[in-house]
């Protein structure tokens, strides 16, 4: 078959994750069951880039090595938590091809960091097999909120070659008032129900300065490193592309579970 005559691949949906505890790596929850269901959903990918909240760096990498390691960067957790591995290959081409799609910052190739809980302890669940390369996108410290959405627009190509794009993070995520209750604050309810409905009206610009919507979004991102992710994701969405929600809720009063698919 002549490479004009092979079937298009179909674009790629985007996913963003609230992942909330690395426990939900383990235990059967409602959350845990969402990834499943989301991974048995989505068409196989060729490739995963992750945005996880929990790289951050100097400037913008993207791992580079052949067999990526699976980090535990948390402690106090139960000794079941730190035995998983996630063994999936990386892949140094795609994350060559990113270094060179992204014209908006300078991308390092990285050959140190692996995969962080924000990424493993979700695709554990959508992908037990461990068998798709996944790549890493860190996250620039020093980029403000409006240059992470420009910068994610430049990766719009990859979705057409089957990479799945995902960011995973948390809407709302303030560890500091965490609490054990059944659900949420009303500032956390509140912020996490008026971004539900800026995604449902694709109003990008509020969600990107979030900092003008009030004491909730303050006291819900108190830091942004688990609110940026989202804004890769949302920078994806083409015209007339649907979002629909396969998670949501609060935990520990404080850290929204909210999840999205686009596309």
Same mark, same amino acid.
């Given at each position: 078959?002549?490479?004009?005559?092979?079937?298009?691949?179909?674009?790629?949906?985007?996913?963003?994750?609230?992942?909330?505890?690395?426990? =939900?790596?383990?235990?059967? =929850?409602?959350?845990?069951?969402?990834?499943?269901?989301?991974?048995?959903?989505?068409?196989?990918?060729?490739?995963?880039?992750?945005?996880?909240?929990?790289?951050?760096?100097?400037?913008?990498?993207?791992?580079?090595?052949?067999?990526?390691?699976?980090?535990?960067?948390?402690?106090?957790?139960?000794?079941?938590?730190?035995?998983?591995?996630?063994?999936?290959? $990386?892949?140094?081409?795609?994350?060559?091809?990113?270094?060179?799609?992204?014209?908006?910052?300078?991308?390092?190739?990285?050959?140190?960091? $692996?995969?962080?809980?924000?990424?493993?302890?979700?695709?554990?669940?959508?992908?037990?097999?461990?068998?798709?390369?996944?790549?890493?996108?860190?996250?620039?410290?020093?980029?403000?909120?409006? $240059?992470?959405?420009?910068?994610?627009?430049?990766?719009?190509?990859?979705?057409?070659?089957?990479?799945?794009?995902?960011?995973?993070?948390?809407?709302?995520?303030?560890?500091?008032?965490?609490?054990?209750?059944?659900?949420?604050?009303?500032?956390?309810?509140?912020?996490?129900?008026?971004?539900?409905?800026?995604?449902?009206?694709?109003?990008?610009?509020?969600?990107?300065?979030?900092?003008?919507?009030?004491?909730?979004?303050?006291?819900?991102?108190?830091? =942004?490193?688990?609110?940026?992710?989202?804004?890769?994701?949302?920078?994806?969405?083409?015209?007339?592309?649907?979002?629909?929600?396969?998670?949501? $809720?609060?935990?520990?009063?404080?850290?929204?579970?909210?999840?999205?698919?686009?596309?």
């Amino acid at each position: 078959m002549d490479r004009q005559d092979a079937p298009a691949t179909p674009r790629m949906p985007v996913i963003f994750i609230g992942h909330g505890s690395p426990m =939900n790596a383990i235990e059967d =929850n409602p959350f845990s069951r969402a990834w499943e269901e989301v991974g048995r959903s989505l068409p196989r990918p060729s490739a995963i880039l992750s945005i996880s909240a929990h790289w951050e760096t100097a400037g913008t990498q993207v791992t580079a090595m052949e067999r990526p390691r699976t980090i535990h960067d948390f402690g106090g957790f139960p000794a079941e938590l730190f035995a998983v591995q996630y063994p999936a290959p $990386g892949s140094p081409d795609l994350a060559r091809q990113v270094s060179a799609l992204i014209k908006a910052a300078p991308v390092g190739l990285d050959a140190r960091w $692996g995969l962080d809980h924000g990424t493993w302890s979700v695709l554990c669940r959508m992908f037990p097999g461990a068998d798709i390369p996944v790549v890493q996108l860190s996250l620039d410290h020093y980029q403000e909120p409006e $240059g992470h959405y420009r910068l994610a627009r430049e990766l719009a190509p990859l979705r057409d070659q089957g990479v799945l794009i995902f960011g995973s993070g948390n809407i709302v995520h303030n560890l500091r008032l965490m609490a054990m209750r059944p659900d949420g604050f009303d500032w956390a309810i509140s912020f996490d129900e008026t971004i539900r409905r800026l995604i449902l009206a694709r109003d990008h610009h509020p969600i990107i300065h979030y900092e003008e919507l009030g004491q909730p979004a303050r006291l819900s991102i108190p830091t =942004n490193e688990h609110y940026l992710p989202l804004l890769y994701a949302l920078a994806l969405q083409e015209e007339g592309e649907p979002v629909k929600f396969f998670a949501e $809720g609060m935990a520990y009063g404080s850290l929204s579970m909210r999840s999205l698919w686009i596309g």
